[in-house]
Nanobody
Framework: QVQLAESGGGLVQAGDSLRLSCAAS????????MTWFRQAPGKEREFVAA????????YYADSVKGRFTISRDNAQNTVYLQMNSLKPEDTAVYYC??????????????????WGQGTQVTVSS
């Protein structure tokens, strides 16, 4: 069982930056591919970014490519999402997720076993 806890969300203006963190409570964190999803009001949960177990493979949604950066620190059991040049359309609850059979880049939320509680990001125009 893996417990995940996101932090770092908040209210910012368009063009600002935020860094989200996701701390995992497992001794085997380094074996898991990790993914960030987001869900805006009235919309389905969508893929944002993913990172392989060693950080060597990264994937991004087209909507965030060039603005967001995913990274991880296996020694700290933490995955990060650096978000720059934020836009109002980035407003959503952001979740980190993983699973026992998740390959890096998997974009189907129902395939994930473990989710954090989410952190709200609100970008004002």
């Amino acid at each position: 069982q893996v417990q995940l806890a996101e932090s770092g969300g908040g209210l910012v203006q368009a063009g600002d930056s935020l860094r989200l963190s996701c701390a995992a409570s497992t001794r085997t964190f380094s074996k898991y591919a990790m993914t960030w999803f987001r869900q805006a009001p009235g919309k389905e949960r969508e893929f944002v970014a993913a990172i392989s177990w060693n950080g060597g493979t990264l994937y991004y949604a087209d909507s965030v490519k060039g603005r967001f950066t995913i990274s991880r620190d296996n020694a700290q059991n933490t995955v990060y999402l650096q978000m720059n040049s934020l836009k109002p359309e980035d407003t959503a609850v952001y979740y980190c997720a993983t699973g026992e059979r998740v390959r890096v880049g998997l974009r189907i939320p129902s395939e994930y076993d473990y989710w954090g509680q989410g952190t709200q990001v609100t970008v004002s125009s």
